[in-house]
């Protein structure tokens, strides 16, 4: 049975829901904005939504396979902490471990040292599927890491893992699971950060952009943040419930709206630019010395072509 490593605490567990159509189609073509590109925060959700727009199948069958593979090492003595090593919400865990259960790809029992706990044992057709899943993650990662050179990849997967809790580093492979799940991570680090705002770290985008604009009709931010139509839509009904932005007419064409910081809403943007900031901080010395710049220009070798110009900008690109 596998023993937690010592001195690996357990930190909050953030509860976070699903992502709504809008924000799972969100991404379209185009040019990056300059202003967000020097994140890797940003670059990161990026390349998740690229990656999962080429999915083959359900993120339930990720998790899954996310599961089945941590429990190649041996069984695990609380189906929760493993749940949170890997990052997947208790409730959706619950899930993934009945799917398996009842494939009988994983055994479930009681743990006789704590009876509020389930050991997880993975069973002759959960190392089946775990086989089969290596091959079919490896070819699909090779189709997602194509700009990339035979050595590029390795290191991509390396600084990936470092953005990750310690105790995921090792449980974690495949350079589409390390996308997404740090990704998610820096994802819940950002929103903690903005807890009882109600700002979320997506907001920076629409509302910093808004700031430098001025007056600026719909369509417009859609394009300038190269995001879908719905996708805007939702940011923005978000931001004016909110009261940060105002929906006013638009002084070059009285016909269409435009949108507009409230003062509110240039407050707010400072909010959250700290958070961003705080954030980016925390990424690069996730990343040691070098590692946010090479990170950087390894994403955007990821988002051409989609988005013309993302490897020239991303490599030279600085933060603020």
Not at 7 to 26: C, D
Not at 126 to 154: F, I
Request: glycine content about 12%.
């Amino acid at each position: 049975m596998r023993v937690e490593p010592g001195g690996w605490t357990r930190g909050p567990h953030v509860e976070t829901g699903p992502q709504t159509q809008a924000e799972e189609t969100a991404e379209v073509p185009g040019a990056l904005p300059e202003s967000l590109t020097g994140f890797v925060g940003y670059l990161l959700r990026r390349v998740f939504a690229r990656f999962a727009a080429c999915s083959d199948g359900p993120e339930d069958g990720s998790r899954d396979f996310l599961v089945l593979d941590a429990l190649t090492g041996g069984d695990w003595a609380s189906q929760l902490d493993l749940a949170e090593r890997l990052g997947i919400n208790r409730t959706l865990m619950v899930g993934v471990v009945d799917r398996l259960e009842g494939r009988g790809q994983v055994l479930r029992t009681r743990n006789p040292d704590n009876r509020r706990q389930y050991i997880l044992s993975l069973t002759d057709e959960g190392r089946s599927a775990v086989e089969a899943g290596r091959r079919a993650v490896a070819e699909r990662d090779a189709r997602l890491t194509a700009a990339l050179t035979p050595e590029q990849v390795p290191r991509l997967n390396t600084l990936l893992a470092r953005l990750l809790p310690p105790g995921a580093q090792d449980l974690v492979r495949g350079t589409g699971h390390l996308v997404a799940q740090a990704h998610h991570r820096l994802r819940r680090l950002g929103d903690e950060k903005l807890a009882g705002t109600g700002l979320r770290v997506r907001h920076y985008g629409p509302l910093s952009l808004l700031a430098t604009s001025g007056p600026c009709p719909q369509q417009r931010l859609a394009q300038e943040l190269a995001i879908s139509g719905p996708a805007t839509s939702q940011l923005v009904d978000e931001l004016v419930a909110g009261g940060m932005v105002h929906r006013g007419r638009d002084p070059h064409d009285r016909r269409r709206h435009a949108l507009e910081l409230t003062e509110l809403g240039h407050t707010q943007l400072k909010r959250v630019a700290h958070a961003v900031g705080l954030l980016a901080a925390e990424t690069a010395e996730l990343l040691g010395p070098g590692g946010e710049d090479e990170l950087r220009a390894l994403l955007g070798r990821l988002l051409e072509p989609a988005h013309p110009g993302a490897a020239e900008a991303t490599a030279t690109a600085r933060r603020d």
